[in-house]
């Protein structure tokens, strides 16, 4: 497994982080909807340890709430010096201060931790009463952050964004103020230059950011999915070049590559996907210009393809396409 470490930070990071917004289900005993499947949790989280996968990345939203919980079970059977866990303040829809303390304190509980490695104000990136002052800075819950993270409950703070270009570089701005330990973004060969909906590209935002160094957790690389369910012709295309890697290895490289990303977020549900990806960065061959620049030939080939710009996390349902 390829570690990343950026001093003066101690943590030697996997290159590969765990996703834990897509955990395996099964149907509920009830009838009425899904149960996270806990026994396939506890076997993927510890395939990935065993493996060398320390980082991983929950929500108080994820699987309807569920995921925290689960990630907490499954982690609690390991040394706690054998991950990092990442969580995030989700308060979308509800910016009182009492809310947000209520939910990092049940984060806590819930993740069965003394302390968070990695925790993010999240996704960051609308205007005004739902943006950063609304959220974070106008009812006091960042200078909660920021006492929590001096006093060692928080290790590292830091935000995710999704959103427009003036609430990323007005966030940005106010780390000389805040010292933001890092900043996750959605980074993949498709968006590196042809983001679409409400993304921006992603060669801006991680410039922008390395341009502070600080580091960089990605989210996204396959683009929900969709960089690996292509059309026949480019899935053709990525085989001829690399017939003995999977058509996602070529995304997971491109991920991995830029000199400051800590970790790339996969959100693997099945066994096959964590072994896959656990391949392409044990160790990391990072990409060459030659390869980019055929990156780059085949995400403009895919814009003639457009699909609905869904990345499955659910936020929106019931789903407004179906």
Known sequence: MTYRNFPPYEDKVSLLG???MRWPTLPAPDGTGNVIDQEEVNRLVDYAIEHGVNYFDTAPVYVQGWSETSTGIALKRHPREKFFVATKMSNFSNSDYDFGVKMYHNSLKKLQVDYI???LL???GAPGKKGLEGRFLDNGLLDFLLKEREAGRIRHLGWSFHGIKEEFDKALA???KYHWDFIQIQLNYSDWKHASGNNINADYLYSEIAKKDIPVVVMEPL???RLSNIPEHIFTRLKERNPEGSVASWAFRFAGSPEKVLTVLSGMTYMEHLQDNIRTYSPLVP????EKDFLE???QLMLRYPTVPCNDCKYCMPCLYK
């Open 122 to 124: 999240h996704m960051l």
């Open 117 to 119: 490695d990695y925790y």
């Open 223 to 225: 683009l929900g999915g």
């Open 297 to 299: 030939e085949t995400a």
């Open 18 to 20: 765990y996703g834990c």
């Open 174 to 176: 106010l780390h000389d």
């Open 287 to 290: 990409l060459t210009q030659e």
